[in-house]
């Protein structure tokens, strides 16, 4: 698929990763569809995309809402009339240990609440938005292109119980997707990326930086920018399905 003149929908688009993504397409010549839920931080994003000379238009919604996921996605379809590429970007952590255990005695949980607000968001809001997106994709009888922003977490990472487990199922979805859309020209793809220099990683100590990035053979985080790269190769590579690009630097948890 050529990027130029599609429309492109991009979640967690205010910031970071889905930002770099959003820029990287703009640049391309794709028209985007942002969404996020923070309305500053979009309009920072659509600036920035605007001065590609593309069609930017902004949604608030939450992703893990259901009307709101399928009002917005409707109003994209209306106001674009197109929709050719999702990239379900948008996600938390929420980070606890399973257990915490002092004295040899329970101290503390990884609490139902802390479990669900990531699932909710990080699974759920993909699973949500990507249906809406395939049915759209459908009814407009144009075809398109998934991408699942999955993460090196999905193979199990200490204290991510609830991350790991939706980052798994976001690239389980994403091969799924991809057998059962093929029929209607949709494809679908994920990513999973490694430590990534967004503002998370960039607020850290240095000491504490460090640490993570001493066991990645590249001895670097991953930039957002290479992130996009990979989204851009899985939308203009037509024979590219059912598969998830590690872009983790080597790194293996």
């Known amino acids: 698929m050529q990027v130029q003149s599609k429309t492109v ?14 820029s990287q397409f703009a640049q391309r010549g794709a028209n985007l569809a942002l969404l996020d839920l923070n309305a500053a931080d979009l309009a920072e994003s659509r600036s920035l995309c605007e001065a590609h000379g593309v069609e930017v238009r902004c949604y608030t919604a939450d992703v893990s809402a ?14 674009f009339g197109r929709l050719d590429v999702m990239v379900n970007n948008a996600g938390i952590v929420n980070d606890s240990l399973l257990i915490k255990v002092k004295d040899g005695a329970v101290s503390d949980k990884m609490s139902l609440r802390q479990w669900q607000s990531v699932v909710d968001v990080n699974l759920t809001g993909v699973f949500l938005c990507g249906r809406e997106a ?45 057998k059962e859309l ?19 990683l960039s607020a850290m100590r240095p000491e504490v930086l460090q640490k993570v990035i001493a066991p ?38």
Request: hydrophobic content about 45%.
């Open 134 to 178: 395939a049915a759209h994709m459908v009814n407009l009888g144009q075809g398109g292109v998934i991408i699942n922003i999955s993460s090196i977490s999905r193979h199990g990472n200490i204290g991510q119980t609830n991350y790991a487990a939706t980052k798994a199922g976001v690239a389980a979805m994403s091969v799924v997707w991809a």
């Open 182 to 200: 093929a029929r209607y020209d949709i494809r679908c793809g994920a990513i999973a990326p490694g430590f990534t220099n967004t503002e998370i």
């Open 216 to 253: 990645v053979p590249l001895r670097r985080l991953g930039d957002p920018a290479e992130i996009a790269h990979a989204a851009l190769f899985i939308v203009e590579n037509d024979f590219f399905t059912g598969r998830c690009i590690d872009l983790d630097g080597g790194l293996r948890l």
């Open 9 to 22: 929908v991009i979640t967690g688009a205010g910031r970071g990763i889905g930002r770099s993504l959003a």
């Open 66 to 79: 259901e009307q709101q996921v399928i009002g917005a996605m409707d109003a994209i379809a209306q106001d």
